[in-house]
């Protein structure tokens, strides 16, 4: 059967466009086992979803939906599809966390839930055979006005799959430069967390669990990638890079092992790694980077969100990698549930107090489907968007749209601004043994998504980034707020 894949563009959005590997996975395995399954990236071109879907004449249709900010054109290509009479499947995070909203609006006639490759194995196999979907594992629909979930479906032995198919794609379109890296690229060697972040997707998404791919083909796909299109950087998109520490020392010696010349980095948890010579290790094999949520300082804070991690253990982290010349980029969150001006004077104090790290604040969003987002409504402290424009038009983190804390709307501003503005006037914090050019290439890879999509998506993109960069600098603005929380640019 032919299987059209849509991975759905940004809209004004100005951060580069990344590979899409969950699609990828899917097709991979779906041509492995005798269908023919291809990938449009609507940033990559400017053919309408209604000439797109005529020219590939598929049997089925399939959308990844990440986040929120993919639904408008998702919705797009949804209505397309509909008007030439071919069937609709959405799957991805942000599809699970709202599928009765998703097919009561009309364009969506299945959601594939959580993983899809043998969810959409299945639904080949029996379109191709006449049957129902009826009874397939892992999938949702509307029958006779009623919303249907299926029997819910085990997770895959990830060590199963074969490897991604990179040819779905054209790579170099993905490149970005990164820390020392021209050509960086986006891969995955695992899914899900161990976690129970109660703000977090994965708890529901992934059952707080940790699945490694077959790690020769991870390799093999690093090796291919770097002889064929010259690539030299990997920025893991996992949730959790490394379970053990031992995983990060085997990862490492084989990379050493292969001769690989790349750099590379991904998300981390404070406390897996301990030694310092696992770090050092670590950077000898082209490890340059880590990204780490913090979320908080605060201890009261942290046992609300289920994520409690003392400060001199983060701080130990922080600085075995500042040691080893590898950059931590933290993420903090401001506005959580019952947070307080003195909890967030703790997680200043954090932040201003960790060493080799990029800083970054996010507004606090409840994600529908998380432990968090549950109790919020079950106290009406926050009432679910109902339909899919509503969701839409809500950007999670990066705008400032609702808060459950005890602070002010606008100091939550102000402190996510501050250290926005920090960085900017600060480059040289941020300057150490892994690049010294990492916000010229942040620029420049702003700038190429920006006007990747044609002078319309350019000027609506560069104004919502406008927005954002006066924002910050809004921050001087407010000496008094600024005072309360030590937000000083020169003291």
Same mark, same amino acid.
């Given at each position: 059967?032919?299987?059209?894949?849509?991975?759905?563009?940004?809209?004004?959005? /100005?951060?580069?466009?990344?590979?899409?590997?969950?699609?990828?996975?899917?097709?991979? /395995?779906?041509?492995?086992?005798?269908?023919?399954?291809?990938?449009?990236?609507?940033?990559?071109?400017?053919?309408?979803?209604? $000439?797109?879907?005529?020219?590939?004449?598929?049997?089925?249709?399939?959308?990844?939906?990440?986040?929120?900010? #993919?639904?408008?054109?998702?919705?797009?290509?949804?209505?397309?599809?509909?008007?030439?009479?071919?069937? @609709?499947?959405?799957?991805?995070?942000?599809?699970?966390? !709202?599928?009765?909203?998703?097919?009561?609006?009309?364009?969506?006639?299945?959601?594939?839930?959580?993983?899809?490759?043998?969810?959409?194995?299945?639904?080949?196999?029996?379109?191709?055979?006449?049957?129902?979907?009826?009874?397939?594992?892992?999938?949702? #629909?509307?029958?006779?006005?009623?919303?249907?979930?299926?029997?819910?479906?085990?997770?895959?032995?990830?060590?199963?799959?074969?490897?991604?198919?990179?040819?779905?794609?054209?790579?170099?379109?993905?490149?970005?430069?990164?820390?020392?890296?021209?050509?960086?690229?986006?891969?995955?060697?695992?899914?899900?967390?161990?976690?129970?972040?109660?703000?977090?997707?994965?708890?529901? #998404?992934?059952?707080?669990?940790?699945?490694?791919?077959?790690?020769?083909?991870?390799?093999?796909?690093?090796?291919?990638?770097?002889?064929? #299109?010259?690539?030299?950087?990997?920025?893991?998109?996992?949730?959790?890079?490394?379970?053990?520490?031992?995983?990060?020392?085997?990862?490492?010696?084989?990379?050493?092992?292969?001769?690989?010349?790349? /750099?590379?980095?991904?998300?981390?948890?404070?406390?897996?790694?301990?030694?310092?010579?696992?770090?050092?290790?670590?950077?000898?094999?082209?490890?340059?980077?880590?990204?780490?949520?913090?979320?908080?300082?605060?201890?009261?804070?942290?046992?609300?969100?289920?994520?409690?991690?003392?400060?001199?253990?983060?701080?130990?982290?922080? $600085?075995?990698?500042?040691?080893?010349?590898?950059? @931590?980029?933290?993420?903090?969150?401001?506005?959580?549930?019952?947070?307080?001006?003195?909890?967030?004077?703790?997680?200043?104090?954090?932040?201003?107090?960790?060493?080799?790290?990029?800083?970054?604040?996010?507004?606090?969003?409840?994600?529908?489907?998380?432990?968090?987002?549950?109790?919020?409504? $079950?106290?009406?402290?926050?009432?679910?968007?109902?339909?899919?424009?509503?969701?839409?038009?809500?950007?999670?983190?990066?705008?400032?749209?609702?808060? @459950?804390?005890?602070?002010?709307?606008?100091?939550?501003?102000?402190?996510?601004?501050?250290?926005?503005?920090?960085?900017?006037?600060?480059?040289?914090?941020?300057?150490?043994?892994?690049?010294?050019?990492?916000?010229?290439?942040?620029?420049?890879?702003?700038? !190429?998504?920006?006007?990747?999509?044609?002078?319309?998506?350019?000027?609506?993109?560069?104004?919502?980034?406008?927005?954002?960069?006066?924002?910050?600098?809004?921050?001087?603005?407010?000496?008094?707020?600024?005072?309360? /929380?030590?937000?000083?640019?020169?003291?």
């Amino acid at each position: 059967m032919k299987i059209l894949f849509f991975q759905p563009m940004l809209k004004l959005f /100005y951060k580069r466009v990344t590979c899409p590997l969950g699609l990828m996975s899917i097709a991979s /395995y779906l041509n492995a086992n005798g269908h023919n399954a291809v990938i449009c990236e609507r940033f990559f071109t400017d053919k309408t979803p209604e $000439e797109i879907i005529t020219e590939n004449n598929p049997d089925i249709i399939g959308i990844s939906i990440v986040a929120n900010q #993919y639904l408008q054109d998702s919705i797009e290509i949804s209505e397309a599809a509909k008007k030439l009479g071919i069937p @609709v499947v959405w799957g991805g995070p942000m599809a699970s966390e !709202i599928p009765e909203e998703a097919l009561r609006s009309g364009v969506v006639d299945y959601i594939s839930f959580n993983e899809g490759e043998e969810t959409w194995l299945e639904m080949a196999n029996a379109l191709k055979e006449g049957k129902s979907f009826d009874d397939i594992k892992g999938l949702g #629909y509307i029958k006779d006005g009623a919303f249907v979930e299926t029997e819910k479906r085990p997770f895959i032995d990830l060590k199963k799959l074969p490897p991604l198919d990179w040819e779905l794609i054209d790579p170099p379109k993905y490149f970005q430069q990164y820390y020392q890296s021209q050509k960086m690229l986006y891969m995955y060697r695992s899914k899900g967390c161990i976690g129970r972040c109660t703000f977090c997707y994965n708890p529901k #998404y992934h059952c707080s669990t940790f699945r490694t791919r077959n790690e020769e083909y991870v390799f093999d796909e690093i090796e291919y990638l770097i002889n064929k #299109y010259g690539m030299d950087g990997v920025n893991f998109s996992d949730d959790l890079l490394f379970k053990t520490e031992q995983e990060a020392i085997d990862f490492s010696n084989e990379v050493l092992r292969r001769g690989l010349k790349f /750099y590379w980095g991904g998300g981390l948890r404070v406390g897996i790694i301990k030694n310092t010579e696992t770090f050092a290790l670590m950077h000898k094999a082209g490890c340059r980077w880590f990204l780490i949520g913090v979320e908080t300082g605060s201890p009261k804070v942290q046992k609300e969100i289920k994520k409690y991690f003392p400060a001199d253990k983060i701080k130990e982290t922080f $600085e075995m990698c500042h040691n080893n010349g590898i950059t @931590v980029i933290a993420s903090f969150m401001v506005g959580l549930p019952g947070e307080t001006a003195d909890d967030l004077r703790e997680t200043v104090e954090l932040a201003k107090g960790l060493k080799s790290t990029v800083l970054g604040f996010q507004h606090f969003t409840p994600i529908p489907g998380t432990e968090i987002f549950d109790k919020l409504v $079950e106290e009406g402290k926050y009432k679910p968007l109902k339909t899919l424009e509503e969701h839409a038009n809500t950007f999670f983190g990066e705008k400032f749209s609702f808060n @459950v804390s005890e602070v002010s709307d606008k100091e939550l501003k102000v402190i996510k601004n501050y250290f926005q503005m920090r960085a900017l006037l600060f480059k040289s914090e941020f300057k150490d043994d892994t690049d010294k050019h990492l916000f010229a290439k942040i620029a420049k890879n702003a700038f !190429i998504a920006l006007s990747g999509h044609g002078i319309l998506h350019f000027v609506k993109s560069f104004f919502f980034g406008l927005n954002d960069f006066l924002s910050a600098v809004g921050v001087i603005l407010h000496p008094k707020i600024r005072k309360k /929380y030590n937000l000083y640019f020169f003291k």
